[in-house]
């Protein structure tokens, strides 16, 4: 393959991550053909700590500032600058392990089939390490069905052909988060995720910052949202879109009980009442159980 390797970093406001991620790219045993970091706003000083990091890179380092409009529209400028053929992407509060890059080029490069790969995590919080439960082993093959439920690739654990982009199109830049969860399961009804079963990517969690827990209440309506677009655009396979639906279903009710709970009952009730208009792709006998 020896194609060049395109490390795309969004970031906004963490100056005091940023050198750690940056530092764990240029440290790589296998160096990427450029970085693009994309400052999506910041009002910190994350320039000037991405200036001093930079100085030890060995390859070209581009930096574009913008105005604030999310992750998955960050992403999105950096790939439509990248010169690459793959993508790798690090979110600027996680960090590599400096075999990353090579372990995963080495695959691809063994088996030019993979189009899109993705590796274990280890997790911290607060500085001390974390066990994952069961439900975030992350799959391999063709992995559809568990990416309904919930995000099982990590976003800096990707390396991914340039072509899955023009076949599947960019993150959507509407989707304040789950964006990545939107984007896999657009690649996952067709193409097979590779797992790189190694640990090669790190990531501390629990800080009020991320968008993890400034969404936490409420994130299924953004899942909600994309399993929609799944199933109005026509997207799917029969045996797909039945699954889609019942996951839609489940979705529906979770976060719409919760919005009757928390006194948002004409919310609540347009969600349970949203998954009816997909039902003729369920199997009768699984309605009349409902």
Same mark, same amino acid.
């Given at each position: 393959?020896?194609?060049?390797?395109s490390?795309?970093?969004?970031?906004?406001n963490r100056a005091?991550?940023?050198?750690?991620?940056?530092?764990?790219?240029?440290?790589?045993?296998?160096?990427p053909?450029?970085?693009?970091?994309?400052d999506d706003g910041?009002?910190?000083?994350?320039?000037?700590?991405?200036?001093?990091?930079?100085?030890?890179a060995?390859?070209?380092? *581009?930096?574009i500032?913008?105005?604030n409009?999310?992750a998955?529209?960050a992403?999105?400028?950096?790939i439509?600058?990248a010169?690459?053929?793959?993508?790798?992407?690090?979110?600027?509060?996680?960090?590599?392990?400096?075999?990353?890059?090579?372990?995963?080029?080495?695959?691809?490069?063994?088996?030019?089939?993979?189009? +899109?790969?993705?590796t274990?995590?280890?997790?911290?919080?607060k500085?001390v390490?974390?066990?994952q439960?069961k439900?975030?082993?992350?799959?391999n093959?063709?992995?559809?069905?568990a990416c309904?439920?919930m995000?099982?690739?990590? @976003?800096?654990?990707?390396?991914?052909?340039?072509?899955?982009? #023009?076949?599947?199109?960019?993150?959507?830049?509407?989707?304040?988060?789950?964006?990545?969860?939107?984007?896999?399961?657009?690649?996952?009804?067709e193409v097979?995720?590779?797992?790189v079963?190694h640990a090669?990517?790190?990531?501390?969690?629990?800080r009020?910052?991320?968008?993890?827990?400034?969404y936490r209440?409420? @994130?299924d309506?953004?899942?909600?949202?994309?399993?929609r677009?799944?199933?109005?655009?026509?997207?799917?396979?029969?045996?797909q879109?039945?699954?889609?639906?019942?996951?839609?279903?489940?979705?529906c009710?979770?976060?719409?009980?919760?919005? +009757?709970k *928390?006194?948002?009952q004409?919310?609540?009730?347009?969600y349970?009442?949203?998954?009816?208009?997909?039902?003729?792709?369920r199997?009768?006998?699984?309605?009349? #159980?409902?």
């Open positions: 393959m020896n194609a060049l390797i490390v795309i970093l969004p970031t906004f005091g991550y940023l050198k750690r991620a940056i530092d764990s790219v240029i440290d790589q045993h296998r160096k053909g450029e970085l693009i970091i994309i910041s009002t910190d000083n994350s320039t000037r700590v991405i200036q001093e990091a930079c100085r030890r060995e390859f070209p380092v *581009h930096l500032h913008r105005k409009r999310g998955a529209a992403r999105n400028a950096g439509l600058q010169r690459g053929e793959i993508f790798c992407f690090l979110d600027s509060d996680d960090w590599w392990d400096p075999g990353k890059i090579a372990l995963q080029a080495a695959e691809h490069e063994k088996n030019p089939a993979i189009c +899109i790969s993705h274990r995590e280890i997790w911290f919080r500085g390490r974390v066990n439960k439900k975030h082993t992350p799959a093959g063709f992995i559809f069905s309904l439920k995000c099982v690739v990590g @976003m800096s654990t990707v390396m991914v052909s340039r072509e899955l982009f #023009d076949r599947f199109g960019l993150f959507d830049p509407e989707l304040p988060c789950c964006e990545d969860y939107d984007l896999w399961l657009r690649i996952a009804r097979p995720f590779f797992l079963d090669l990517t790190l990531k501390e969690g629990g009020p910052d991320q968008l993890s827990q400034i209440q409420g @994130m309506r953004f899942r909600i949202r994309s399993l677009n799944l199933l109005e655009n026509n997207l799917l396979a029969p045996d879109e039945k699954e889609t639906v019942a996951e839609l279903e489940r979705k009710r979770i976060y719409g009980n919760g919005c +009757i *928390h006194g948002r004409r919310e609540g009730e347009q349970l009442a949203l998954p009816e208009q997909y039902q003729s792709a199997p009768a006998e699984q309605q009349q #159980d409902h």
